[in-house]
């Protein structure tokens, strides 16, 4: 957990499974980050499921986002430290990149 971790409105796993408290003050600034770069999976009313795969961050790169801004977007709305197979080299968002180069 971080040290402002109530300031902040979403949890991450390994899996790239992104859990935002829709009734968090901060939540609609998270929301339309992970919009951008994830896939919704559940979005109901207080708790909403999103799952960062290949395509969504695909997605996110051709539309301009890269890897460097994906991270730091994570970083700066998770309740807890994005793991490091998330920013590794050969994590989801180097892989959507190196997708992206191929187009």
Same mark, same amino acid.
């Given at each position: 957990m971080?040290d402002n971790h109530?300031?902040r409105a979403v949890?991450i796993d390994g899996n790239?499974?992104? %859990?935002?408290?829709?009734f968090?003050?901060?939540?609609?600034a998270a929301?339309?980050?992970? %919009?951008a %770069? +994830?896939?919704?999976?559940?979005?109901p009313?207080m708790?909403?499921?999103?799952?960062?795969?290949?395509?969504s961050?695909?997605a996110?790169?051709?539309?301009?986002?890269g890897p460097?801004?994906? %991270? +730091?977007?994570?970083?700066s709305f998770?309740k807890?430290?994005?793991?490091p197979?998330?920013?590794?080299?050969?994590g989801?968002a +180097?892989? +959507?990149?190196?997708?992206?180069?191929?187009?």
């Open positions: 971080r109530d300031q949890w790239g499974t992104l %859990i935002l408290e829709k968090h003050p901060a939540s609609e929301q339309d980050s992970l %919009i %770069i +994830a896939e919704p999976l559940s979005r009313e708790m909403q499921e999103y799952k960062l795969t290949v395509h961050l695909y996110a790169v051709s539309s301009g986002l460097d801004i994906i %991270i +730091a977007g994570l970083k998770t807890n430290l994005v793991p197979n998330t920013c590794s080299s050969s989801t +180097a892989r +959507a990149t190196a997708m992206s180069s191929w187009s």
